[in-house]
């Protein structure tokens, strides 16, 4: 299986701040990774796909990037709405698997 | 609006049984291929299985942890698929989402999840 590795688990914040959540593969998958957010008591949201390819309608602030192992995510400017738990995907193999996740924290 | 509603979660004994449903609208669901990720108190996401579509002969994917125990089904025309759970254990307890796949197979869109508790 393909471990995926995000750092770091727990990050705090201000709003404004610029944030980097990084994740890496235990094998190269091209660039077949998503980002989602998670927040409590609200669906999973997908972000990015392709590892850079921003969902419709997310807001441009976010951005992501990397290829083969090693991928970042980017909140250019922290927004309230941003405090949530954000986690990487590898969807190059079978079984499809998550990072641990990062929970951005006030 | 596209969505997917989960239902079907409940409280069941170890050993026990469960059968879950997604149901869709608002896309053609029978060109799409359904995942199911579950989140345990406190845990991170967990992809769960894959349910294919016609075109790929409805075949299945499921992860280590469930395989032998979970079967994946669906009916295209009531738009829905099915997460039938055999022998179930306490670690299977969790909030099951249901989301369509986008793409290569990502998670595009996903539901508001159904909780499962095995517990004695």
């Known amino acids: 299986d393909i471990q995926m590795t995000q750092s770091p688990s727990t990050l705090s914040a201000s709003v404004g701040d610029r944030l980097t959540i990084t994740c890496r593969a235990s094998e190269n998958i091209i660039t077949y990774l998503a980002w989602y957010q998670v927040r409590p008591g609200k669906a999973p949201k997908a972000l990015i796909h392709k590892a850079s390819t921003l969902e419709s309608g997310v807001p441009s602030r976010f951005s992501g990037s990397g290829s083969g192992t090693e991928f970042t995510l980017t909140i250019s400017s922290l927004q309230p709405d941003d405090f949530a738990s954000y986690y990487c995907q590898q969807y190059n193999s079978y079984p499809l698997t998550f990072g641990g996740g990062t929970k951005v924290e006030i | 609006e596209v969505q997917v509603v989960e239902s079907g979660g409940g409280l069941v004994q170890p050993g026990g049984s469960l059968r879950l449903s997604c149901t869709a609208s608002g896309f053609t669901f029978s060109d799409r291929l359904v995942d199911w990720v579950r989140q345990a108190p406190g845990k991170g996401l967990e992809w769960v299985g894959r349910?294919?579509?016609?075109?790929?002969?409805?075949?299945?994917e499921y992860a280590a942890s469930v395989k032998g125990r979970f079967t994946l089904s669906r009916d295209d025309s009531k738009n829905s698929v099915y997460l039938q759970m055999n022998s179930l254990k306490t670690d299977d307890t969790a909030v099951y989402y249901c989301t369509r796949t986008g793409g290569a197979g990502y998670s595009d869109v996903w539901g508001q999840g159904t909780t499962v508790t095995v517990s004695s």
């Open positions: 349910s294919r579509n016609k075109i790929s002969s409805y075949t299945t």
